[in-house]
């Protein structure tokens, strides 16, 4: 008799617990799924005037992101940014496609983001060189690849497609001109 009291004691456990985890799982729509949450996304952005900074802030905002500026080692100057003087810093990286301008430390935490946005101005209608200096010291990969930029005058599409081109070992997402 013990036996048999014990043995349905267990079972009337067992049913109550198997009906607690089908009631949870009913009322968690997103249990065995991905939790889209989870995800985290960082804004990375170069700015020389302050203007990419305002549109990297307000994406990340909205994109309840983290931030990380690409600051160079050696910091433009107005004069290093006059795209008018054919000698001045600027122009000069922007000519030679190779250049690759040194930036200070590097995003040390990178793999714990999903989505990177990339931000940047443009310049002679692409992005400027120092950014391919930041995707070149970072490993990428397995990332979604979003592009923003600010401008006077130019799309975003010419820049995206330029770092698409350059990089197609990466997974690119959409592109976002922010003005």
């Known amino acids: 008799m013990r036996r048999i009291t014990t043995i349905l004691c267990t079972a009337i456990i067992l049913m109550g617990m198997t009906a607690c985890a089908q009631k949870n799982n009913q009322n968690n729509p997103n249990q ?6 989870m995800k985290k996304t960082l ?3 170069f700015s020389a005037t302050g203007t990419t900074k305002a549109a990297a802030q307000k994406l990340a905002k909205e994109h309840n992101a983290d931030l990380y500026e690409i600051t160079p080692e050696q910091p433009y100057t107005a004069a ?3 795209w008018r003087d054919k000698t001045s810093r600027s122009t000069i990286e ?10 200070k430390g590097k995003c040390e935490n990178i793999a714990d983001y999903d989505t990177v946005w990339i931000g940047f101005p443009i310049w002679w209608y692409t992005a400027p060189t120092i950014v391919n200096t930041f995707i070149e010291a970072h490993d990428l990969s397995g990332k979604v690849l979003n592009v923003f930029a600010t401008s006077g005058g130019s799309g975003v599409e010419g820049s995206a497609n330029d770092l698409k081109k ?3 070992q990466y997974n690119w997402g959409e592109s976002r001109l922010m003005n």
Request: glycine share 4%; proline share 12%.
């Open 32 to 37: 065995g799924k991905e939790n889209p949450e």
């Open 166 to 168: 350059a990089y197609p």
């Open 43 to 45: 804004v990375v952005y």
């Open 80 to 82: 290093d940014l006059d």
């Open 94 to 103: 922007m000519k030679d496609k190779s250049s690759r301008p040194a930036i």
